[in-house]
């Protein structure tokens, strides 16, 4: 059975030893949606950087907040050399600009760390297949800094940048969704639309959260925990 | 003419115990006692005031009916703590009863001058009747407004019927007769209008009281009797059911004495609700995962009764999913925008047929309904058994 699913190459960087040996333990033991092999652990920037390169993973279990630096500066520093790395930002912390920093630098999503091993193994899989995984934490974030954009864009804006500062009201919908603890499947029904459409919508939503250039969503995150 | 004793100095004694100054008024007085009222009120001497009714009473006549009128206004009603005797208002007293009986003097020589007697009159009744002027400045802003309508309206009504006549005395006779059938009619009225008064108060007593009992039977639901279950459902365990007993204790206490209840009001919408998940989430075990976007502004003003019982609601909702769902985790959505709150509570936990819960399972119906309800508010339930339970909150702000 095993020899059919999908083998997914598993990297995990966080600087607790402990959390990274109760999530290698929780994957190993859990039969999920996809077969998970950890290929490595880092607790650092720099040895996150060189585990990454050493084995090329599907995808690293980032943990947002480092002793030694962000997830964000290891997401930036092995674009270059393996491009093909997707990212699934892990954190206990719920500290917007942690949160937003990493998926602005390239996490395909964020979940946290009360997740369990069957949802972080579905969660796994998403992200290797290029799909976006907001957990309810990050569909807020999305909402509130969106909220908070459009509120100060002016309407006179030129069409495509404006296009990447607010959310489509089908966007919003799912975000929605998303926050009130809704798996794609279940917004699929709710809306009456494929579960394909429900995730190329979250695509949408972080395509446009690592390509908006608006100042004022970059900076979001930081004044929102002074707000 | 005898000034009443101890009018200025005791007044910050008159300001503490209100009371007194019924007593006072009561042992204060030549007739129906309205002079030293009307001087506590204005801040006159008794002395002035009781010249000033006696001369208009003797030279105009109508001296007497404004003190009947004032009577009836005064009477049974607690009167509020004098105003310091002050020489300018004394002043006042006196130039007002003069220039009424100069306007009488002058009153068939020249005509222009009886217009000074709608103002005085108006001002006069209003100042009297009028006894928080000096405490709120929007109430004066209000009398200025009904000052001028009413003069005018005065003056409009004595041309009217000056444009009828050339004949100033059957004028004079006719505003009198008018004047007579106006005191009249009010007098047969009267206690009618006060009864309808009266029985207004009442209804708004009755209400507010019924309003409170149910906000009590709520609250004693929301905390009192969700513990009594719990420790029922947990009787083996003798230190978790100490521990629980302790701090509902502790809990009532606050909520009954009202000693450290402030800060609840104080915090944000997001803060107050994120407080409750992490409440629920110690109390019964449970992963709640409490996403807020948007929040009120924390200006130290704290939230209304509305968004407090959206709150509220919001509370009853985690705790029956907590309660019922048999799942660990429930999810809590907020939303709040200029328009409303918006609270969403989901478990993908066992469901329930709606169609079943009895209208005695308080929690449901009254608890999350009735609670947003009250404020204009609505609750939507949206459940079947196996498929998870969702409640949804809205208020509009």
Redesign the interface.
């Known amino acids: 059975m095993s020899d059919q699913l999908e083998t997914i190459r598993v990297l995990v960087v966080d600087d607790h030893a402990l959390f990274r040996q109760g999530v290698i333990a929780g994957l190993g033991e859990t039969k999920g949606s996809a077969h998970v092999v950890i290929v490595g652990e880092a607790d650092d920037v720099a040895s996150g950087i060189a585990a990454i390169q050493q084995h090329d993973p599907d995808v690293v279990l980032l943990d947002v907040h480092l002793t030694s630096g962000s997830g964000g500066e290891i997401i930036e520093a092995v674009s270059l050399t393996n491009p093909n790395v997707r990212f699934l930002a892990l954190s206990v912390s719920d500290a917007p600009e942690d949160v937003f920093g990493v998926v602005r630098a390239g996490a395909r999503g964020y979940v946290t760390k009360r997740i369990d091993s069957p949802e972080l193994i579905e969660s796994i899989a998403a992200v290797a297949q290029g799909h976006a995984v907001f957990s309810p934490r990050l569909a807020g974030f999305v909402l509130d800094a969106f909220k908070s954009v459009a509120a100060v864009v002016p309407p006179e804006n030129d069409e495509a940048d404006a296009e990447l500062d607010r959310l489509s009201p089908r966007e919003r919908e799912v975000m929605q969704f998303l926050a009130r603890g809704y798996a794609y499947k279940e917004i699929a029904a709710e809306l009456h639309i494929s579960a394909r459409t429900v995730e190329s919508h979250a695509s949408a939503v972080l395509r446009k959260l690592h390509l908006s250039s608006r100042h004022e969503l970059a900076h979001w995150a930081a004044k929102r925990r002074i707000v | 003419m005898v000034v009443r004793p101890g009018n200025c100095d005791t007044d910050v004694a008159m300001t503490e115990q209100p009371a007194m100054n019924v007593r006072l008024s009561r042992q204060d007085r030549l007739a129906l006692g309205v002079a030293s009222r009307v001087s506590g009120r204005l801040g006159a001497s008794v002395a002035v005031v009781r010249v000033a009714f006696a001369l208009l009473g003797l030279a105009v006549g109508w001296g007497v009916v404004a003190y009947l009128g004032l009577a009836a206004l005064l009477h049974g009603r607690n009167e509020p703590s004098p105003r310091p005797v002050t020489l300018t208002r004394n002043l006042g007293i006196v130039v007002l009863t003069a220039a009424q009986l100069l306007v009488v003097e002058d009153l068939f020589a020249a005509f222009p001058a009886m217009l000074l007697w709608p103002v005085g009159l108006v001002l006069f009744a209003i100042v009297l009747a009028d006894p928080d002027l000096d405490a709120d400045p929007t109430r004066r802003q209000s009398m200025v407004g009904r000052v001028v309508a009413g003069v005018v309206l005065m003056i409009a009504g004595l041309l009217t019927a000056l444009a009828g006549t050339d004949d100033l005395a059957s004028l004079w006779r006719a505003g009198v007769a008018a004047f007579v059938l106006v005191g009249g009619i009010g007098l047969v009225l009267a206690p009618w209008l006060r009864r309808v008064l009266t029985v207004a108060d009442t209804d708004r007593a009755d209400r507010i009281r019924a309003e409170e009992r149910a906000d009590i039977a709520a609250h004693l639901h929301d905390s009192v009797l969700q513990t009594l279950t719990l420790i029922q459902n947990r009787a083996g365990d003798p230190q978790l059911t100490a521990a629980l007993a302790h701090q509902q204790e502790r809990e009532l206490r606050r909520w009954l004495y009202g000693a450290d209840d402030q800060p609840d009001r104080t915090v944000s919408f997001r803060a107050a609700l994120e407080r409750v998940a992490a409440d629920v989430e110690d109390q019964y075990l449970k992963?709640i995962?409490c996403?807020?976007?948007?929040?009120t502004a924390n200006d130290g003003e704290g939230l209304g009764p509305g968004p407090l019982a959206v709150i509220g609601a919001a509370r009853e909702a985690i705790v029956n999913a907590a309660k019922f769902a048999d799942i660990p985790?429930i999810?809590v959505?907020a939303?709040v925008?200029e328009d409303s709150f918006l609270v969403?509570v989901?478990d993908?936990g066992v469901g329930f047929e709606l169609a079943s819960v009895s209208d005695d399972r308080h929690g449901v119906s009254d608890s999350i309904l009735g609670r947003v309800e009250r404020f204009g508010g609505d609750a939507i339930i949206k459940t079947s058994p196996g498929n998870g339970t969702?409640v949804r909150i809205e208020l509009p702000r």
């Open positions: 992963i995962e996403i807020v976007v948007g929040d985790m999810s959505y939303e925008d969403f989901r993908r969702e």
